[in-house]
T-cell receptor, first 114, second 112 residues
Framework: NSKVIQTPRYLVKGQGQKAKMRCIPE?????VFWYQQNKNNEFKFLIN????????QIDMTEKRFSAECPSNSPCSLEIQSSEAGDSALYLC????????????FGPGTRLTVL | QQKVQQSPESLIVPEGGMASLNCTSS?????YFWWYRQHSGKSPKMLM?????GEKEEGRFTVHLNKASLHTSLHIRDSQPSDSALYLC????????????FGAGTKLTIKP
């Protein structure tokens, strides 16, 4: 069973508010991914890290989204100014070595922006 | 931007029947495919992966890969109601950025 921990499980914010969610990867997994899964189950890659370094992030992430994975602290994903379209399930996954290794997913944070 | 196309979008199969799901990548650099299963309200879990041409079998699940056409398929025989889930195909290429791209999934329903 996956040991990726995500908090909180549910998050409700008003438009324009900040929304912050956290992820603790499986012990020993240096690579962390953030995905957004919308109500149509479509998966969108947001950003990934290897240790504390950003490997790749999409344009959307570069504008209103910020993420970090500090050493000895949980990884975090923050939306600076939430929009209704940000309502989705945010999934964190970790893996041993990235693209060619199995990803283990956390339970997700379901964000609702009113 | 690589796209991973899955078909069909949804599939209903009678209990005990065979379910066949398809997946194709548009990126000629893709060299690894994954199948993940996501039960309703749960997070995705890896089912099988494949990187060599041919077939790989694990119990009731068989995965095929044709690298020339960048097409993979997942076949579930003797389908059970517990197989009802969203099946996500993912593909990765060796770009060094560790990214994998997921398709939109096939929603499989097994009818008792």
């Amino acid at each position: 069973n996956s040991k990726v921990i995500q908090t909180p499980r549910y998050l409700v914010k008003g438009q324009g508010q900040k929304a912050k969610m956290r992820c603790i990867p499986e012990k020993g997994h240096p690579v962390v991914f953030w995905y957004q899964q919308n109500k149509n189950n479509e998966f969108k890659f947001l950003i990934n890290f290897q240790n504390q370094e950003v490997l790749q992030q999409i344009d959307m992430t570069e504008k209103r989204f910020s993420a970090e994975c500090p050493s000895n602290s949980p990884c975090s994903l923050e939306i600076q100014s939430s929009e209704a379209g940000d309502s989705a399930l945010y999934l964190c996954a970790s893996s041993l070595s990235g693209g060619h290794a199995e990803q283990f997913f956390g339970p997700g944070t379901r964000l609702t922006v009113l | 931007q690589q796209k991973v196309q899955q078909s069909p979008e949804s599939l209903i199969v009678p209990e005990g029947g065979m379910a066949s799901l398809n997946c194709t990548s548009s990126d000629r650099n893709v060299d690894y495919f994954w199948w993940y299963r996501q039960h309703s309200g749960k997070s995705p879990k890896m089912l099988m992966s494949i990187f060599s041409n041919g077939e790989k079998e694990e119990g009731r699940f068989t995965v095929h890969l044709n690298k020339a056409s960048l097409h993979t398929s997942l076949h579930i025989r003797d389908s059970q109601p517990s197989d009802s889930a969203l099946y996500l195909c993912a593909a990765s290429a060796n770009y060094g950025n560790e990214k994998i791209t997921f398709g939109a999934g096939t929603k499989l329903t097994i009818k008792p």
